[in-house]
């Protein structure tokens, strides 16, 4: 593996940390973002290095062992945020700009 520092190799995305060697079987560099975790669920960004030139692959967003992409994460999010706003009581236009304060 390879870790970035501060100024990522010039192939990294911005969001890169860690660029790592393919798994087996795959052909690929893979960029991995820093890791979120919600309970025992991490999340990250990850996507194939692109071969020689600067950039990647598509991203995806990991959500425990579950890859989505990112339409289908920004879909996550809608979906869990009307659940949570349902759950606090609001419709959905009334929960526009609310914070709610933290457990």
């Known amino acids: 593996m390879t870790r970035t520092t501060d100024s990522p190799l010039p192939t ?9 060697q393919p798994p087996a079987g795959q052909r690929h560099r893979v960029h991995r973002s820093t890791s979120l975790r919600v309970g025992p669920t991490l999340m990250r960004l990850q996507a194939p290095a692109a071969t020689g030139t600067v950039g990647t692959g598509t991203p995806v967003v990991l959500v425990g062992r579950r890859r989505h992409t990112l339409y289908e994460a ?8 009307q659940l949570v706003d349902s759950g606090h009581g609001l419709t959905p236009d009334a929960g526009a700009g609310r914070h709610f304060p933290g457990p």
């Open 12 to 20: 990294c995305p911005p969001w890169c940390v860690l660029q790592q």
């Open 74 to 81: 920004e879909a996550l999010i809608d979906a869990l945020t």
